[in-house]
Nanobody
Framework: VQLQASGGGLVQAGGSLRLSCAASGRAFSQISMGWFRQAPGKEREFVSAISWSGSTTEYTDSVKGRFTISRDRTKNTVYLEMNSLKPEDTAVYYC????????????????WGKGTLVTVSS
């Protein structure tokens, strides 16, 4: 699976961005997908995940009510809609696929894409 993330950029606090992740190379519609992020000086952390069908989603507590994950299987693309952005959301965001153990346990991606930088100014 090859993953290509896009949509990052610079935005003011309170603003919005939509990240996209285009997948290729395998049956995208049959695998779970997710987003992780890594802020400067911190470890990479889970942000959100979505099941292959789209019926199950999960969010880390700090983004609940502000971020929405979705997928379009016809376009082999997963999205992360980010609203009410805060400076603490500043990070490199990574798309991930084939989340081992998820949703029964912590997601461990089998595939990673290159990150896209999101910077939220105060």
């Amino acid at each position: 699976v090859q993953l290509q993330a896009s949509g990052g950029g610079l935005v003011q606090a309170g603003g919005s961005l939509r990240l996209s992740c285009a997948a290729s190379g395998r049956a995208f519609s049959q695998i779970s997908m997710g987003w992780f992020r890594q802020a400067p000086g911190k470890e990479r952390e889970f942000v959100s995940a979505i099941s292959w069908s789209g019926s199950t989603t999960e969010y880390t507590d700090s983004v609940k009510g502000r971020f929405t994950i979705s997928r379009d299987r016809t376009k082999n693309t997963v999205y992360l809609e980010m609203n009410s952005l805060k400076p603490e959301d500043t990070a490199v965001y990574y798309c991930a696929a084939a989340l081992i153990n998820w949703p029964s346990g912590s997601a461990r991606p089998a595939y990673w894409g290159k990150g896209t930088l999101v910077t939220v100014s105060s």
